[in-house]
């Protein structure tokens, strides 16, 4: 057990680099120099899921306080909406199914 999570630390402290990447596609305009970015963020997903990594799926899922952390509220009237994730604000990841970084989110309430 010790040594498959002996790398989270050091793990972790690559995440931002992905916040980074994400935050470079969401905002580039040039399709060639967004290429690149994706092509490099694929490239280092790929080696930390040969590690184990993997990102937390949020979107649409009920609010988890194990894997998320709400930031923000948004009121609802649908009772069938209350508790659930309808933004993800910071992507958070696993390392071999342990939380590594939760997910900063936007949560609906009733």
């Known amino acids: 057990q ?5 790398s989270s630390v050091i ?5 931002p680099l992905l ?12 399709k060639e120099t967004l290429n690149e970015i994706e092509l490099i963020k694929n490239e280092f997903m790929a080696l930390l899921k040969n590690e184990g990594v993997m990102p937390i799926n949020s979107l ?11 930031v923000m509220i ?9 508790n659930i994730v309808v933004e993800e604000l ?10 590594i970084r939760v997910a900063r989110v936007k949560v609906t309430k009733q």
Do not use: C, W
């Open 2 to 6: 010790y040594l498959k999570y002996a």
């Open 11 to 15: 793990i972790a402290k690559f995440l």
């Open 19 to 30: 916040d980074t990447f994400d935050s470079a596609i969401k905002n580039t305009k040039n």
């Open 60 to 70: 649409g899922q009920h609010f988890d306080p194990f894997k998320h952390e709400a």
């Open 74 to 82: 948004e009121e609802t009237d649908n009772p069938k909406e209350d």
């Open 90 to 99: 910071q992507k958070g990841y696993m390392l071999h199914g342990k939380v």
